[in-house]
């Protein structure tokens, strides 16, 4: 036996879990085939890391020995004693060159016409500001000759300001100036023309060429600044590039201080590519205005002589790639986010075959419905990501091996929280899985590639601001990617993040962006599917401990139309149950089954059409042990009252009450007691008819032998017992057995209600007799309420029939009342000869003198005779005469069927309402 009183949280959640356990061991290889992505693109790290390190292998090779061959550029091969270089300063392209401009005035400017020169005699510009001073320092800043010793060069040549247009290197092992092969050049305050000279520098051969150097006194730093700022292409509309080789701000020099202010050309320091900032070419510019204000200030016999750069030395370099930790944000963000679209598109699948409705319906309230999903999708996630960590471990890839497992573990869990609970919000949005998956691998793929090309990026760019690192993070993907970044770092630095490197890294502010956001979206995905899916009020919250209507509100006075109490007027049936369903409810019988009162559903309008009334104030009672049969042409809205009742539709106005439950405000205590038929099959194609009998019979709060004894019975009342049928999955069903198993589902727990919708369409007449008995037996301590377009059903299964038609009930009473309420007179039919039909007219005139004829064609005649005329003997007494004056080739005499009931009260009705 059922346990009467409703399933616990805890049956509840059982239930679902045991009906997900058994879903998923049906699709295990989906589920392994799912784990086995992160091992596969593991394994593709591992083998393209293979390919590199082969490749930096043979590189090292073809380098060759570093003691015969080493490689000063900076190769594989240690350099314990780096070269000493010249120091340079670095000085525009000729054509890019500071020349006078219409929006640079200035006239101590060189002419425009000095780039067109071939090879360019643009002087080198240095800008300077100053109390007078600077006319002073400025002849000292350059030297006037180019001289050099060249049995001691490298010292000799600092007494020269050298300059090169090409930009440094990363590191100063070698020289790009020197080691391109083209000029450098000797900045001069005037050259010759033509002035070159060879340099041999160890292997470097190449040419000193001189160039003016032209020091201009500006008034003050803002004059620089402006003069800096416009001659950037992007400074001035004409789109010039005017570039100066360095500027000083000396307005606060004086002989006893030298407070100086250098600007250097931050165009050359190429902070955008991934490694240290260039900024070897800096010191030059330092140099060259300490010596001039040394010498300024000491006279020109003493100098700061500026001889070599030198890079510190450095140990041999291990030419190999962490693959993993160069590909891994990019990789693992989409290894990570794949999960996405699964969890999505199962929770969306649940919403668009409305199984979680069904599933609400027979009993599954919310709490243990998210409770196991949640814990479900968190299981599955878990161990997708846990196997990645450890399969990426046991292969030997650093991003897992160095990185603290535990913080590992901490990212990746609340990471997966997070993505659960927008999970569950974004599929509160979307109805369609086709849109939804499109939409989840979008954002999958487009995170992955908008973290690498972009964010990355800006994450590697010192000067991007922080706060807008910090608003980017706010999208969960790049809080995902900067994560994953961070691991790589730290597995590339080849130490690893610890708990000590959480606040210093980026690890500290994502975790705690992601938890927040965990919180939020999980809180605000709760109210959403308490708002839209369970139907509550949008401030349901303000009112937590407002307690449910288990006695029924008075029911309020509504104001009739006068075109509803003319129809109403004509229907004393119909009248009749609303006076019984006000003085119920004004009685208040808080355990009556179904109760109706004055319930309404209107469509709102759509693409300029009016809003569709689909339900007009309807009153209706079914008490506990009747079958209420609801008949009624396609479009009269039966499906749209079943929907209101069963939670699908909410009421418009109106209420009904079920064992004293308001629908509109304890729908979810209402599906405890409460089985459903839908007029769709609303199952799991891969559960068995037993599986689903399990799991909606546990929901009743069926245990052990009682629930197994349940089911078999269930089975076996819908014939599905037989031949193993019940153990095959419903997806191979016919529609028939489908329909049978939604029947049997619908009765399973003894429920105090039952809607049963078309239940025996696809029917074979056998099934459909046997479905018939299992719900005349059911009916016993259940109200049903059930639609069906066949007669012959309603005949037999309903205790009382309502028609309705457009909305509202056009007759209700039992099909003998019925008939004789609105058939109440016998069809008499016979054929004859065609000259022979005025003797059927006199003889029917006799036996009913108010028959009434329907039809004549060809001979036939039908007449309807009024039953309180007719003497059925006399009929047959007069046909008997008949046929010896006249031929009778048939006739026939019937009583009014219910098929005629329902096409004349129909018929009428719709009349009417075309006609008002
Ligand atoms: N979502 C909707 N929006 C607008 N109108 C609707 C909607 N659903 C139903 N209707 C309209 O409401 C009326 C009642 O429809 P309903 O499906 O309830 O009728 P029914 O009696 O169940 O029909 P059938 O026997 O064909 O299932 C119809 O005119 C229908 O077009």
Not at 177 to 205: D, F, H, R, V
Not at 708 to 733: C, I, M, Q, R, W
Not at 772 to 792: C, F, G, P
Request: proline residues 5%.
């Amino acid at each position: 036996m059922a346990d009467p009183s409703p399933a616990s949280f805890g049956t509840q959640a059982n239930a679902l879990l045991r009906k997900n356990l058994t879903y998923q061991r049906k699709h295990i290889w989906t589920n392994v085939r799912l784990i086995l992505v992160p091992l596969f693109l593991c394994l593709i790290l591992l083998a393209i890391q293979h390919v590199m390190d082969a490749l930096m292998k043979s590189v090292s090779d073809m380098a060759g020995d570093c003691k015969s061959n080493p490689n000063l550029s900076g190769g594989k091969c240690p350099i314990p004693n780096p070269p000493m270089l010249p120091p340079m300063l670095q000085i525009p392209q000729h054509e890019l060159r500071s020349v006078k401009t219409d929006f640079l005035p200035y006239k101590d400017l060189p002419d425009k016409s000095c780039r067109g020169t071939m090879g360019g005699s643009c002087p080198v510009t240095i800008l300077m500001t100053g109390d007078k001073q600077p006319l002073a320092l400025s002849a000292n800043i350059f030297s006037t000759s180019f001289a050099v010793n060249s049995s001691d060069l490298l010292p000799t040549l600092a007494n020269n300001v050298l300059g090169t247009t090409i930009a440094a290197d990363k590191n100063n092992y070698a020289d790009p100036g020197l080691a391109s092969g083209l000029p450098i050049y000797s900045i001069q305050p005037l050259c010759n023309a033509n002035s070159t000279w060879p340099l041999s520098l160890e292997k470097i051969q190449t040419e000193v060429k001189c160039v003016q150097g032209l020091c201009l006194w500006r008034n003050n730093s803002a004059d620089v600044n402006n003069e800096l700022f416009k001659g950037s292409y992007r400074g001035n509309p004409a789109g010039i590039t005017n570039e100066i080789a360095a500027a000083y701000d000396l307005m606060s020099t004086d002989k006893r201080n030298f407070n100086v202010t250098i600007w250097y050309n931050s165009t050359y320091k190429d902070e955008f590519s991934i490694g240290p900032v260039k900024l070897v070419r800096v010191p030059r510019s330092i140099n060259l205005i300490s010596n001039a204000y040394l010498k300024f200030l000491k006279g020109p016999g003493i100098r700061i002589l500026f001889e070599f750069v030198k890079e510190v030395p450095k140990h041999a370099t291990i030419l190999n790639t962490d693959i993993a930790s160069l590909l891994g944000p990019l990789f693992f963000t989409w290894v990570v986010l794949l999960l996405f679209p699964v969890i999505l598109t199962s929770l969306v699948y649940e919403k668009q075959e409305r199984l979680r409705i069904i599933m609400k319906m027979h009993g599954l309230s919310d709490g243990p419905y998210w409770l196991i999903s949640y814990a479900y999708f968190l299981t599955i996630s878990v161990l997708y990501v846990a196997s990645l960590v450890i399969f990426g471990s046991v292969i030997g890839l650093k991003y897992f091996r160095l990185n603290t497992y535990s913080i590992q573990f901490v990212f990746y869990f609340i990471y997966l929280n997070l993505q659960i609970a927008l999970s569950f919000l974004v599929s509160s949005i979307f109805s369609k899985v086709k849109t939804v998956t499109v939409v989840a691998y979008i954002i999958v793929y487009g995170s992955g590639l908008l973290g690498s090309f972009l964010f990355q990026k800006m994450l590697e760019t010192q000067s991007f601001p922080e706060e807008w690192i910090v608003a980017l993070e706010l999208y969960p993907g790049f809080s995902l990617y900067r994560g994953l970044y961070e691991f790589s770092q730290y597995a590339s630095r080849g130490s690893g993040m610890k708990w000590q490197d959480i606040s210093d890294s980026g690890m500290g502010e994502v975790l705690c962006i992601m938890s927040i956001e965990w919180f939020l979206a999980l809180i605000i995905a709760f109210y959403i599917d308490q708002v839209f899916s369970s139907g509550k009020h949008p401030f349901f919250f303000l009112n937590p401990s407002k307690k449910s209507s288990s006695i029924p509100s008075k029911p309020t006075v509504q104001r009739m139309d006068s075109k509803k109490v003319s129809i109403d007027m004509g229907k004393i049936d119909v009248s009749q149950e609303r006076e019984k369903v006000q003085q119920l409810r004004n009685e208040g019988s808080a355990g009556h089954a179904i109760l109706c009162d004055n319930l309404k559903k209107v469509y709102p309008g759509r693409d300029g059409n009016p809003p569709k009334m689909a339900v007009r104030g309807l009153y209706l009672d079914v008490p506990s042990g009747e079958c209420f049969g609801m008949l009624g042409p396609n479009g009269a809205g039966k499906t749209s009252f079943i929907s209101m009742m069963t939670g699908l539709l909410k009421p418009s106005s109106g209420t009904a009450l079920v064992q004293g439950l308001d629908i509109c405000k304890d729908m979810n205590k209402v599906y405890t007691s409460m089985g459903v038929c839908p007029q769709h099959d609303l199952l799991w194609e891969t559960l068995t008819g037993r599986e689903h009998l399990l799991f909606y019979g546990r929901l009743k709060n069926f245990k052990g032998s009682a629930l197994t004894h349940a089911v078999e019975e269930s089975l076996k009342s819908v014939s599905l017992f037989d031949g193993g049928v019940g153990d095959k999955p419903a997806g191979n069903y016919s529609g028939g057995m489908k329909r049978r198993l939604s029947v049997a589902i619908s009765l399973i727990g003894n429920p105090k209600v039952v809607y049963l919708d078309e239940p025996s369409t696809g029917l074979d007449p056998a099934s459909r007799k046997n479905l018939w008995d299992v719900i005349q037996r059911a009916k016993q301590n259940t109200a049903i309420i059930l639609t069906t377009h066949s007669m012959e059903e309603a005949e037999f299964l309903c205790d009382r029939l309502g028609i309705f038609v457009d909305g509202a009930l056009q007759c209700i009473g039992n099909s003998k009342e019925l008939k004789s309420r609105y058939g109440g007179s016998y069809v008499f039919t016979m054929t004859t000869s065609s000259e022979h039909e005025e003797d059927v007219e006199r003889l029917v005139s006799t036996v009913s003198p108010n028959a009434k004829k329907v039809y004549h064609l060809a001979g036939t005649q039908k007449f309807e005779l009024p039953k309180n005329e007719v003497r059925i003997a006399e009929v047959f007494r007069a046909v008997e005469k008949a046929k010896s004056n006249f031929t009778v080739f048939a006739w026939g005499l019937a009583d009014t069927t219910l098929e005629d009931v329902f096409i004349k009260v129909a018929k009428s009705a719709q009349a009417f309402i075309s006609l008002s």
